[in-house]
């Protein structure tokens, strides 16, 4: 199921704070449109690198963390941080499919953004 509405999304605002995205990047829909979509294709490739190669998830989570972070995904920035924290200990699989989730609603909350901001109208 593809979800193209904010409100069809639990707590939409607690998986990408678009307030915050809108103050880094100036409120410039295209800058924030062309971030998303980096994220988008970047998150893809950090996951499969995590589970691939285990012994560099901390290093990746961090990464992963910090990318969260930059576009206001602060539930995924979290859950990055508890894997980066888990990754020598027994709750590292745990903590990956915890990032996991929170990465498949958080790229459900950017994918309804990305379609709010297709809908706009053009500057």
């Known amino acids: 199921m593809r979800l193209t509405d904010k409100a069809q999304i639990p707590n939409a605002a607690a998986l990408l704070d678009t307030i915050h995205l809108g103050a880094q990047t100036g409120g410039d ?4 449109r062309d971030l998303l979509n980096l994220f988008v294709a970047q998150s893809a490739e950090l996951m499969a690198a995590m ?3 285990p012994g560099n998830a901390g290093d ?10 930059a576009i206001g995904a602060f539930e995924l920035a979290e859950a990055a941080a508890r ?3 888990a990754v020598a200990g027994k709750d590292a699989q745990t903590a990956l499919e915890s990032v996991d989730a929170a990465l ?3 790229l459900s909350a950017i994918e309804a953004y990305l379609s709010e901001l ?3 109208p053009a500057p």
Request: net charge positive; aromatic share 4%; proline share 0%.
């Open 51 to 53: 589970r691939i190669a």
């Open 29 to 32: 829909c295209l800058l924030q």
């Open 83 to 85: 894997l980066e924290g």
């Open 60 to 69: 990746l989570a961090h990464k992963f963390g910090g990318s969260a972070r």
């Open 118 to 120: 297709a809908s706009r």
């Open 104 to 106: 498949g609603r958080t």
